[in-house]
């Protein structure tokens, strides 16, 4: 039903979702473009109210120039007071503002001074105004004080062309001259003024194209004289009370503009940030293009309100189509209601319930019909699920019946299977116990014999040297008997009776220790003990013995000839009986997790060729016949196996006599 309700709920609003974003997209970059045609039309006209400003500049220099030239207070100094005429040039120069103000007789007038256009041109009559380029030598002569003025340090600055003059120690002058004629006096008046750090300058030129603008978005904007790609005078900050005199326009602008003579009007990187810029080649009195002249102001301001009015025409087409979407359901859910009903009837159907009805819906349409055809067939339904379910409980009663008959069965074939299996096995170890016991126990017998010969034939004191390897032989000789005694008593158990006694199981597991100190002492194999106070217990201590010993080896071998094994004696009760708990531990490779479950069964063995399988299984035996239990696991340190953990378990004396 949400499919259904999704489907026509993007029929109606696909035309909206679809074809309005691709219109809203196509009128966002019309608009776009049109808003940064604008800033450049902008920056454009800033650009050219700054070089009329500079042209005004040189225009109205050439024009004082020619005022003084032609005044009669100038000639009267030529003509009459001569010795007065450096005083008069220097109160003109400071009242114009001027760098330098000097006269040049006609007569004076040599070739190197007519290396300057300007002055060429003055001296055939012409006012000449224009922006010349000075060396540090040319500066020097006019002034010390305008040479160290013009010079600024060159700092590195990103995307420039590299370089490597220390400095910028040309000077970038307004240079002027005006021909002067008066009675008695011919010659050319000649003037300057320095533009680099002229920061009255730069500051007036800023103040004429950003003061008091008119844009709803306040332009921060900057302007900039440039001497080849130097800023020489700015009012564009390196650092809040720093201007940036010294670095260098970019690559991209200095090969345009200083190389094409092309005018930039587009965006530009300017010291560490980005401007809508615009730059104007400047050049000198010869004709070459030696500097430029910028103004721009900060993009930032403007890409935020592009990026404000971007937001707002996507959140006002996302409100619209989410209030579109709410009330075109409040309009179809006379449609999606009846069809929701029957869909719920349906789930209730699928999760078992087989009496949901649609009802009377209201509706006499298709849809209406839909409905009640539906409860006609769940009716339908309903009825034939009743039948199946009879027929299946009168099936599950019948199999019931016949599985638990075969249940039965199995379980006896199993029994006797197992019966039959143990049979033979014994039947097997009696017959091999029957062949050991005669092969084994007549050369035992001519061994105990040459023991006792042997006795006889020292002489006591040689007799009384060796007396306990002899007694250690008899003591070895009755063990094997007593072992080929246990194994025919696990073939046949009841043929035999037992030894028990009460007794510390410390002293025992301690004489094993010795028994076996020959299989220790060969290997690289450390014993530690940690006995602990126990009770006593009740069991046969040569089978106790058999036991230990059939562990301590086992373990000796897994180790593979070095290793660490551990025995601990403690007391631990066991189901509410008291008793003493044996551990042997090793830290050989462990037991795999699928043999675990076989290690006590009869025969089994992971050493094929070399043992019988008897060991544990014996073992297992004798401790269960006195009411203990025997374990065997895995020790686990840090998730990883670190060896194999036999666990003896024996009841306490008095417990067991109790019992």
């Not at 009663?397 to 638990?404: C, F, N, P, S």
């Amino acid at each position: 039903m949400k499919s259904v309700r999704l489907r026509l709920l993007l029929l109606a609003l696909l035309p909206l979702a679809v074809m309005m974003p691709l219109l809203l997209v196509v009128a966002m970059a019309r608009w776009n473009a049109d808003y940064d045609d604008v800033l450049i039309v902008n920056v454009e006209s800033d650009l050219k109210i700054a070089d009329q400003y500079l042209r005004q500049l040189k225009n109205g220099t050439g024009d004082d120039l020619a005022a003084i030239a032609g005044s009669a207070r100038f000639a009267e100094v030529l003509s009459d007071r001569p010795h007065l005429q450096l005083d008069f040039l220097d109160r003109e120069r400071a009242r114009l503002q001027l760098d330098f103000l000097y006269y040049l007789p006609m007569r004076s007038i040599d070739r190197d001074a007519r290396r300057w256009p300007v002055i060429e041109r003055a001296s055939t009559g012409l006012l000449a105004s224009e922006i010349d380029i000075f060396s540090a030598a040319d500066l020097d002569a006019i002034s010390s004080e305008l040479s160290a003025r013009a010079r600024i340090p060159l700092i590195e600055t990103e995307a420039a062309v590299p370089t490597t003059r220390p400095a910028e120690d040309r000077g970038m002058v307004i240079h002027s001259a005006a021909p002067v004629t008066v009675e008695g006096a011919r010659g050319v008046l000649v003037a300057g003024r320095l533009l680099n750090r002229d920061l009255d300058f730069i500051d007036t030129i800023n103040a004429l194209v950003y003061l008091g603008d008119s844009h709803r978005i306040s332009r921060k904007g900057t302007a900039t004289l440039f001497l080849g790609d130097t800023r020489v005078s700015t009012n564009v900050r390196l650092f809040e009370d720093v201007r940036a005199l010294g670095t260098r326009v970019s690559r991209a602008v200095r090969n345009a503009v200083l190389i094409e003579g092309e005018t930039w009007l587009d965006r530009a990187f300017v010291v560490n940030d980005w401007y809508i810029s615009g730059y104007l080649p400047l050049t000198d009195s010869f004709g070459d293009r030696v500097g430029m002249l910028y103004v721009g102001f900060l993009e930032a301001p403007f890409a935020a309100a592009k990026f404000s009015a971007y937001w707002t025409v996507v959140l006002s087409f996302l409100s619209v189509l989410l209030l579109s979407a709410p009330l075109f359901l409040w309009l179809a859910k006379g449609i999606f209601a009846p069809l929701e009903k029957m869909s719920r009837t349906m789930g209730r159907v699928e999760r078992g319930d087989l009496t949901a009805r649609n009802g009377h819906i209201g509706r006499q349409d298709e849809i209406g019909q839909v409905s009640a055809h539906l409860d006609s067939l769940l009716d339908q339904v309903q009825e034939r699920d009743q039948k199946l379910r009879d027929w299946a409980e009168e099936l599950n009663e019948r199999v019931d019946q016949r599985t638990a008959e075969l249940r039965a069965a199995n379980e006896k074939l199993e029994a006797t299977f197992k019966q039959l299996v143990m049979s033979e096995k014994l039947a097997s170890i009696g017959e091999i116990t029957a062949g050991v016991a005669h092969e084994i126990n007549n050369p035992v017998a001519v061994i105990q014999g040459n023991v006792d010969v042997v006795r006889m034939t020292l002489p006591p004191e040689a007799g009384a040297e060796v007396a306990t390897e002899l007694d250690l032989i008899d003591n070895q000789i009755l063990r094997i008997s007593a072992i080929v005694g246990k194994l025919l008593q696990f073939a046949r158990p009841s043929e035999f009776g037992t030894f028990e006694e009460s007794l510390d199981m410390a002293p025992v597991v301690s004489d094993c220790l010795v028994l076996v100190d020959h299989v220790v002492t060969k290997q690289a194999i450390t014993v530690e003990k940690d006995f602990e106070t126990s009770p006593q217990v009740r069991i046969d201590p040569g089978e106790l013995q058999q036991v230990v010993i059939n562990l301590i080896l086992n373990a000796a071998q897994a180790m593979g000839g070095s290793g660490t094994l551990t025995l601990t004696l403690r007391e631990l009760d066991h189901d509410g009986a008291p008793g003493a708990c044996l551990t042997v531990a090793d830290t050989g490779p462990g037991i795999a997790e699928d043999v675990l479950p076989s290690v006590f069964n009869p025969f089994y063995t992971t050493r094929l060729g070399e043992g019988t399988g008897l060991g544990l299984s014996i073992s297992q035996t004798l401790i269960q016949r006195v009411g203990g239990y025997i374990t065997a696991d895995n020790r686990i340190v840090d998730g990883s196996v670190t060896g194999a953990v036999f666990t003896i378990w024996l009841p306490a004396a008095q417990a067991e006599q109790a019992a």
